[in-house]
């Protein structure tokens, strides 16, 4: 028998912070109200051909206007913690500037009900919707931004450091970088891959200015128990060679340098990796670093947040320019993304991460899509999702177990949502959206989950 008399649990640590979470582009809707200034996302969006079907974050989840709805359905879940980000463009619609109250409102009314149902706030500065002012005057290429989001960051903290817990500065600067200037899959939709390293360096050093801007805020607010704290969010997926060939190595080793090394070095270590160095140096355009520059992205955090749904198996290839690879495709099942079920990825993440710090680990991502249907009955039963949330926490209780400080668990995601270029073709959610009425329906994961939080542990499958 174990605590609570219950037989074969997988119990988690006490206070473990069960959550879900969002993103503003991608729930909020209300794009251009109440003085919102415009997005990245809301220009690419609205791009003809950038977007599956045309669809665009105009209005999404409507969760602007229907929070307090959500909030409900938060509390009947039972989360613990509610990660979302916060929207640039609707403190500051042009980026600086002016903040425009009713956004600060806005999240101040979200906040204060999240606190009155006792969900911990767990909020994200940055998202991927950089207003498009900035972009206009270069975007991330320019170092400028960083200090406008520096700027950013510090008003934020000044209206909302003591009453939001844990503060992430950055979501997964990789895809900022990557799709958002590499390949253009995502906005600002630019292809010039030789800016990358800038646009990563330049991230990093915001994110670095912002925490230094949070710790001359928060000194303020010293009374505060507990201290509130900050870190970064970034997606660490596992790679694994496709042979014990040594090009595929290689090769592997280049992707997982791109994807994982290029941000956890830096932050974590004060460099950038050699050897990608070496790689993009023949390739790209370096940024310039100034001194100082990587003490500043080194400063220290309080925790990490891992992103992490599956892992990619790389080979050789040498008519790729960029990375000299590609994905190999591997049997079993996947999600209705094309990514592999595979339950040992999110271990390995954490393994990964805790060799390069001992700071606190959240999982701030992890779901998984599947062609969720509403019956007849009105019930949506997702037992494919259920069946991966439960084999992904099965790894993540063996990483707690093994010694890893793993604190909590977000699952992607509260409800189905604008899933980027995918548009609304992709549904994440424990929650179902209907999007033509708006109306949400718990899936049977959602229901799930709530006895997983009830309870505070899993049923091995």
Not at 227 to 242: D, K, M, Q, S, Y
Request: glycine share 8%; net charge neutral.
């Amino acid at each position: 028998m174990t605590e609570h008399g219950m037989t074969n649990q997988l119990l988690f640590p006490s206070g473990f912070l069960w959550g879900a979470a969002t993103a503003a582009y991608q729930i909020e809707g209300a794009w251009n109200e109440d003085g919102k200034g415009e997005s990245i996302w809301d220009r690419f969006a609205h791009t003809p051909g950038k977007v599956w079907r045309g669809d665009t974050g105009d209005v999404a989840c409507d969760h602007y206007h229907r929070w307090a709805e959500d909030v409900a359905e938060m509390a009947a879940l039972g989360l613990k913690a509610y990660r979302f980000s916060f929207s640039w463009p609707r403190i500051f619609p042009t980026g600086s500037g002016q903040p425009e109250q009713r956004g600060v409102d806005f999240y101040r009314r979200l906040i204060d009900a999240l606190q009155e149902h006792g969900i911990v706030p767990v909020a994200t500065l940055y998202h991927w919707d950089l207003p498009q002012a900035l972009q206009d005057r270069g975007g991330w290429v320019k170092r400028d931004t960083a200090q406008r989001f520096a700027e950013y960051a510090a008003y934020m903290f000044r209206q909302f450091g003591a009453e939001v817990p844990l503060w992430a500065t950055f979501n997964e600067p990789f895809c900022s970088a990557y799709f958002g200037y590499g390949n253009g899959t995502h906005a600002p939709g630019i292809r010039r891959p030789w800016h990358v390293l800038t646009v990563i360096h330049h991230l990093l050093l915001a994110h670095g200015w912002a925490v230094n801007a949070f710790r001359a805020t928060m000194t303020s607010h010293s009374a505060v128990q507990p201290a509130p704290a900050i870190g970064i969010v970034l997606a660490i997926w596992p790679h694994h060679p496709a042979s014990q060939n040594v090009r595929d190595i290689r090769a592997n080793q280049r992707v997982d340098g791109a994807m994982n090394r290029m941000f956890l070095e830096p932050l974590f270590r004060q460099r950038y990796p050699e050897d990608m160095l070496r790689h993009f140096g023949r390739r790209l355009i370096f940024p310039r670093i100034r001194s100082g520059d990587l003490d500043v992205i080194a400063c220290p955090i309080d925790f990490l947040g891992v992103n992490t749904y599956t892992r990619m198996v790389n080979a050789a290839d040498p008519f790729d320019l960029f990375l000299g690879a590609r994905q190999v495709a591997q049997p079993g099942a996947h999600t209705q993304m094309g990514w592999e079920v595979y339950p040992l990825s999110i271990y390995e993440a954490l393994q990964m991460a805790h060799s390069y710090t001992n700071i606190p680990l959240y999982v701030t991502e992890n779901g998984a899509a599947f062609e969720d249907v509403v019956a007849p009955d009105g019930r949506v039963s997702d037992l494919e999702r259920i069946a991966y949330l439960r084999d992904h926490l099965a790894e993540v209780h063996r990483a707690i177990r093994d010694g890893l400080d793993v604190r909590g668990y977000f699952a992607w995601s509260l409800m189905d949502n604008f899933e980027w270029n995918h548009g609304y073709s992709k549904r994440f959610g424990l929650l179902y959206t209907d999007y033509s009425t708006l109306k949400r329906i718990s899936k049977q994961s959602a229901y799930w989950y709530r006895d997983v939080i009830a309870r505070n542990g899993i049923e091995p499958s």
